[in-house]
């Protein structure tokens, strides 16, 4: 009975010390290391989360005509996971922060835009209509909120991963939408991403290098689409612990034996 | 010294700007020439105009030929394209025949045969831009035809108008970009909500400072959100919970404004095909190449060719093309001819006659172009003999050689 009553008040003690520390103001850093970090980090994390896009799913996320509804929902969900699941397990575990996904997303954004419209419509002089780029805001949002209910990376890897594919179809299906339209072109029945993609040239991209949906006779009950987003999601589970991964030993790791030797 | 150093700084950066009308290039040159001249000849290659006002067409006729020449090391050509190289869309696709055939995509192909395409282009980017038609064949890459600058003069601005199957006129340049921009920043809103809530602490609470934090965290398991130490609260919680209802909202407002807007979708269309042949050309001889010489120094190419008329009726040699160069017969070349060779002797060869032909090829582009080099591992030249009888009636033949190069 003592020894419970000791364990309950040793607790205690922790907590208040805890507590304590948790509210503890400091001298020169405080606040304005959270401004200097935040800031200066989101160059870092914009850019490696644009790169790491365009090295897997690159040409999906430029040109609407590759914006399909069988490679898009696999490749790019998948592609876009990496980077916010590392920064996902980097702030809840320095701070409790449900945040690296959506803070990932929204510097990926501005980083995107910067690109798209600077580069790609200002300097080469491709409308923004043609290579306007996804988002994953909602997508992060979800995938954070899944973090701060289950508080579990195993199981927002399973259910945060599906809802993120889902979720990355949903909020970027909208924007599609009118470039999904059929017209008559060169005598064809074709989208109008299809004219964007066949009129705007890509001189070092021949067509045939496009890779999406062309007819198979495995489509599964002919619903290429949600085929797609189920095997998508399967795939981003895998994404996510890649991302894991990357922030558990090539992030944390070195930290943690920087700090130990010295 | 200083001013020395920095005169030789001035005089290098002027140097390297001298470099630039090199730059203007599409990267054709840095293709290996033994590669350019057996996989794909270009010729007949004509541009309709060499001005154009924004809007205004231009029309690009020519014929790719896959010769029989095609290097095995490339794989077996099944797939090619049609199509322009230029700096950026500059100019915009309007229709591309092959063979007659409209071709939107890419077109199934066959090594040996030849390729009729006309490419009509309307000027979008005022400027002065090169332009070249190109043939690409998946696994081997992009061969370049012959350029051409072409201007394009501002007309006060473009619009790139397309009727929809509904009836609506749209135009492509600004398509869909507004309702794109609505979305997506609206999302960059509730993104920026949630990341001010969770990193302001004058919004979201004391307990959102980071720099006070890791010290707890690394005495807490992970799993736990530490809500009795108040790392996360209640309201913490709550707010979240909005923020994502938000997002929710948003997800179906869109999901509903796009069926209603849209109501008639399909999915991305792909359109490849095998185009027809062409007529089977008479062939009016058979080439038997004996020996092949290159001169480095002077830039001159010599062939010794064996030509047999196969045809009922005297036929006269009438140029060399090879790659994205086609020589013609200089006695009979006019004064805008580009590039022409020495043919000895000269003359027609009778029907039934087998003559010897020397082929003297001396022309800067051999070296400017990269086209021969001693430096390869297969020093070689490849090509379409042209020949052509009194009616007018037009013969390719395909030769092949490897070079002696003169080296001393």
Redesign the interface.
Same mark, same amino acid.
Do not use: C
């Given at each position: 009975m003592a020894a419970t009553a000791q364990a309950i008040s040793a607790a205690e003690a922790?907590?208040q010390e805890?507590?304590g520390?948790?509210?503890?103001q &400091?001298r020169w850093?405080?606040?304005k290391?959270?401004i200097v970090? @935040?800031i200066t980090a989101a160059f870092v994390v914009g850019a490696a989360a644009d790169i790491t896009k365009l090295l897997f799913a690159g040409d999906w996320d430029f040109w609407t005509?590759w914006?399909?509804?069988q490679w898009w929902p696999i490749i790019s969900p998948f592609a876009f996971i990496i980077i916010p699941s590392a920064l996902q397990y980097i702030q @809840?575990?320095?701070?409790?922060?449900?945040?690296g996904a %959506? &803070?990932t997303?929204?510097c990926m954004?501005l980083c995107s835009w910067v690109g798209r419209v600077f580069q790609w419509q200002g300097f080469?002089?491709?409308?923004?209509?043609?290579v306007?780029p996804a988002?994953i805001?909602?997508a992060?949002?979800?995938l954070?909120?899944m973090l701060?209910k289950t508080?579990?990376?195993v199981l927002t890897s399973i259910l945060g991963s599906m809802v993120w594919t889902l979720?990355f179809w949903?909020?970027n299906?909208?924007?599609l939408?009118? &470039?999904?339209?059929? %017209?008559?072109?060169?005598?064809?029945?074709? %989208?109008?991403?299809?004219?964007?993609g066949?009129? &705007?040239?890509r001189?070092?991209t021949?067509?045939?290098?496009?890779l999406?949906?062309?007819?198979t006779l495995r489509s599964f009950l002919e619903e %290429?689409q949600y085929v797609s987003l189920v095997f998508g999601a399967t795939l981003t589970v895998a994404g996510y612990w890649i991302g894991q991964a990357i922030a558990r030993w090539l992030a944390i790791w070195p930290i943690g034996r920087f700090m130990k030797q010295f | 010294m200083t001013h020395r150093l920095l005169i030789s700084l001035l005089l290098g950066a002027v140097a390297l700007l001298g470099t630039a009308v090199v730059a203007s290039a *599409?990267g054709e040159n840095a293709q290996e020439g033994f590669l350019r001249m057996e996989t794909v000849t270009f010729s007949n290659v004509n541009f309709s105009k060499d001005t154009i006002k924004q809007g205004e067409d231009l029309t690009i006729t020519g014929k790719a030929t896959l010769l029989d020449t095609w290097p095995k090391t490339l794989g077996e050509p099944s797939?090619?394209?049609v199509?322009?190289?230029?700096?950026?869309? =500059?100019?915009?696709? !309007?229709?591309?025949l092959v063979n007659g055939m409209?071709?939107?995509?890419?077109i199934f192909v066959k090594k040996g045969n030849s390729y009729d395409f006309k490419l009509t282009l309307t000027g979008?980017?005022p400027g002065r831009w090169h332009v070249h038609p190109?043939f690409?064949v998946?696994g081997a890459g /992009?061969l370049i035809g012959p350029g051409q600058w072409i201007t394009v003069l501002d007309a006060g601005g473009f619009t790139?108008n397309?009727?929809? +199957?509904?009836g609506q006129s749209?135009n +492509?340049? /600004?398509?869909? =970009?507004g309702?794109?921009s609505i979305?997506?920043w609206l999302?960059?809103g509730?993104?920026?909500a949630?990341?001010l809530y969770?990193?302001v602490?004058a919004i979201g609470g004391?307990? *959102?400072?980071?720099?006070? !934090?890791?010290?707890?965290?690394l005495?807490?398991p992970?799993?736990?959100?530490?809500q009795?130490?108040? +790392?996360?609260t209640k309201r913490? *919680?709550r707010v979240?919970?909005l923020?994502?209802l938000g997002?929710v909202a948003? +997800?179906v407002v869109?999901?509903v404004?796009?069926s209603v807007? $849209?109501p008639? !979708?399909?999915?991305?269309?792909? $359109?490849?095909f095998t185009p027809p042949d062409l007529p089977a050309a008479p062939q009016l001889a058979q080439v038997i190449t004996r020996d092949a010489s290159f001169d480095p120094q002077t830039s001159t190419l010599v062939m010794n060719v064996d030509v047999t008329n196969t045809s009922k009726a005297p036929i006269t040699l009438k140029g060399f093309t090879t790659s994205s160069l086609t020589f013609v017969d200089q006695a009979a070349a006019g004064t805008g001819a580009e590039h022409v060779m020495v043919i000895s002797p000269q003359g027609t060869i009778a029907a039934g006659e087998t003559k010897t032909l020397n082929l003297t090829l001396r022309d800067p582009v051999w070296r400017d172009t990269r086209m021969i080099e001693v430096n390869r591992p297969r020093i070689e030249v490849a090509g379409q003999l042209l020949f052509q009888d009194a009616s007018g009636t037009e013969s390719q033949t395909t030769v092949a050689s490897s070079v002696n190069p003169k080296l001393i």
């Open positions: 922790e907590r805890l507590r520390l948790l509210h503890k &400091y850093l405080d606040y290391f959270d970090f @935040w005509d914006k399909d509804r @809840w575990l320095a701070w409790r922060f449900p945040t %959506t &803070y997303a929204v954004f080469v002089s491709y409308p923004l209509a043609f306007w988002t805001i909602p992060g949002i979800f954070d909120w701060l508080k579990s990376f979720v949903t909020s299906y909208m924007t939408a009118p &470039y999904l339209q059929p %017209t008559q072109f060169m005598g064809h029945i074709l %989208t109008v991403a299809d004219v964007q066949i009129q &705007y040239l001189s070092q021949p067509e045939y290098l496009r999406v949906e062309n007819g %290429t | *599409h797939t090619g394209f199509n322009i190289t230029a700096p950026g869309p =500059v100019m915009l696709m !309007k229709d591309r409209s071709a939107p995509d890419a979008r980017e190109t690409a998946e /992009t790139n397309l009727t929809l +199957l509904n749209v +492509l340049e /600004t398509y869909g =970009v309702q794109m979305f997506q999302g960059f509730l993104g920026m949630w990341m969770w990193t602490p004391a307990n *959102h400072r980071t720099v006070s !934090k890791l010290p707890v965290t005495r807490i992970l799993n736990t959100d530490g009795d130490i108040g +790392l996360i913490d *919680h979240s919970n923020l994502l997002t948003l +997800l869109g999901w404004y796009q807007s $849209f008639i !979708k399909i999915p991305q269309q792909v $359109f490849r």
